[in-house]
């Protein structure tokens, strides 16, 4: 938005500059022009005026003249007479007395203007005026020579002289330093104009940045509202709309973090309430169980605390996915592979009492630290890892692969070899409540995906299910990353959570 403003303004100033810029340069050019063919065209009328007089002074004079404006002005100057001799044996002959400029001033008395170009102009300025040589009328004998007439007031009038064409003169002015005077116009002007418009795009970097500072608060609540941090709200500064928006926000933001802390401290009340029951209910089968000797009755109890088992298990995925879908923390950059070592640590004992090998590989030593809120990853392994392990075989194999998956993405694949799922289950596992079949004659709570998917995407990953290479389930977390963290968090060490 703020390069949007900046070319509006950048181009609003540049239109102004051409409204009035250009205009006034053109006009200065029809002027420089307009002048200068003046001053051509007064001087050839002059030469041709002294030519016109006939006698020696003015000769003279014209040689004088026209040697002084060669030398002083990039002119030249051509005279011919109208027989297509030279006027003036002094003066250079034209190199065509007989062109078409030189015919219109000899025969029907015209004056020429050549620029040599239809657009500004040429190399050089030709103008080419007619001579006219005066006569007096001639005179009869023996009367008055003059042919008076009576005006109104008593006055009298002689005859005007009667006039011929006696030659023509030629005017060439070079256009070298009209040219140069016509690119100091158009350059100074166009140089004034890239000062103006790098100054106007100066000062409207200034003012957009001053304009969207409302709109880049905004943007920056709703960014760290949307990693889950509730207490982010926004200045209220700028424009009235924007006012208007930034109190509307904040209220929206106030009224939804009374929301998620109502909702968390349902969660933390149900968790206690229906834990609590729960276990006293699975001692007190416990107790029953070992003061019972009738296998019939201890059969009973054994099926029920199974039952109580799955059902503790069921409420804790419950709790869990509650929390997953509250989203009321933020997601913080963590150390990956630190992080699987600590939980593989966790997971191996129980993967040694089935004789099942869990392997890290990847070459993803140097990765930098994954996105994730926290204790999200550590349940989503636990998860994952759980599940592996329901579905492996004895003396089977669990491997866990860290790598990069992109300029600012990595990867976390577990696969086992069991006996992997059809593409129909696939797309159902990550449904709650869907539970496959495992190997260990345990049967889930069919939540521990839908958690795993909930918390991934809540960090801004995605999760997908695949065939492993050889057989069995590969379970693709692909996680985001950061350049450089603000801080690591180091893995807290823990009890396996329950898996689906």
């Not at 709703?222 to 009235?240: E, K």
């Not at 009321?328 to 593989?344: F, I, K, Q």
């Not at 989503?380 to 300029?407: C, M």
Request: with cysteine.
């Amino acid at each position: 938005m703020i390069r949007r403003l900046i070319v509006s303004y950048v181009a609003l100033v540049a239109v102004a500059l051409a409204a009035f810029t250009v205009p006034v340069a053109f006009t200065l050019t029809a002027q420089l022009r307009g002048d200068t063919e003046e001053s051509v065209r007064r001087e050839a009328t002059t030469m041709a005026l002294l030519l016109g007089d006939g006698d020696a002074p003015a000769r003279q004079a014209l040689a004088r003249m026209a040697g002084a404006y060669a030398g002083e002005t990039p002119g030249t100057v051509e005279v011919v007479a109208a027989d297509g001799r030279s006027a003036m044996p002094p003066l250079p002959l034209p190199a065509h007395p007989d062109d078409a400029a030189f015919g219109a001033a000899l025969e029907r008395g015209r004056t020429t203007v050549d620029w040599g170009s239809p657009l500004v102009w040429g190399p050089e300025l030709v103008v080419t005026v007619p001579v006219h040589a005066r006569s007096e009328p001639p005179e009869e004998d023996g009367e008055d020579r003059e042919d008076e007439t009576g005006a109104e007031d008593g006055t009298v009038a002689r005859s005007a002289p009667a006039e011929r064409i006696v030659g023509a003169v030629r005017v060439r002015y070079a256009t070298a330093d009209l040219s140069d005077r016509l690119w100091r116009i158009w350059g100074f002007r166009a140089i004034l104009a890239v000062g103006v418009l790098a100054v106007a795009a100066g000062l409207g970097a200034i003012v957009a940045r001053l304009l969207t500072k409302p709109l880049r608060q905004l943007n920056d609540m709703a960014s760290r509202f949307g990693d889950g941090d509730l207490t982010a709200r926004s200045p209220v500064t700028g424009p009235q709309e924007t006012q208007t928006l930034a109190r509307t926000l904040n209220q929206g933001a106030e009224r939804l973090d009374t929301l998620v802390a109502s909702q968390r401290i349902f969660v933390a009340d149900a968790s206690h309430q229906l834990r609590t029951p729960l276990t006293a209910l699975r001692l007190s089968l416990d107790n029953i169980a070992d003061g019972v000797d009738d296998e019939f009755v201890r059969e009973d109890v054994e099926q029920a605390t199974a039952e109580v088992v799955r059902m503790s298990r069921l409420v804790s995925g419950l709790l869990v996915l509650a929390r997953a879908e509250a989203k009321v923390s933020a997601p913080e950059p963590l150390a990956l592979r630190e992080l699987v070592e600590e939980r593989l640590k966790v997971w191996r004992p129980a993967a040694d009492e089935r004789g099942v090998t869990i392997v890290l590989t990847g070459d993803a030593e140097d990765l930098p630290p994954v996105l994730a809120g926290p204790g999200n990853l550590d349940q989503v392994l636990d998860n994952v890892l759980s599940n592996a392990l329901e579905v492996s075989p004895d003396r089977g194999t669990i491997t866990v692969r860290v790598e990069t998956g992109g300029p600012e993405e990595a990867v976390l694949e577990v696969l086992d070899q069991g006996p992997g799922m059809s593409a129909a289950e696939q797309a159902r596992a990550f449904d709650r409540f869907w539970r496959g079949q495992g190997l260990t004659g345990r049967s889930g709570s069919g939540l521990g995906l839908a958690i795993v998917r909930q918390l991934v995407t809540d960090d801004g990953g995605a999760v997908a299910l695949r065939d492993a290479p050889g057989g069995g389930l590969c379970v693709r977390i692909a996680l985001r990353t950061v350049a450089e963290g603000p801080r690591w968090i180091s893995p807290r060490p823990g009890a396996p959570r329950s898996g689906g």
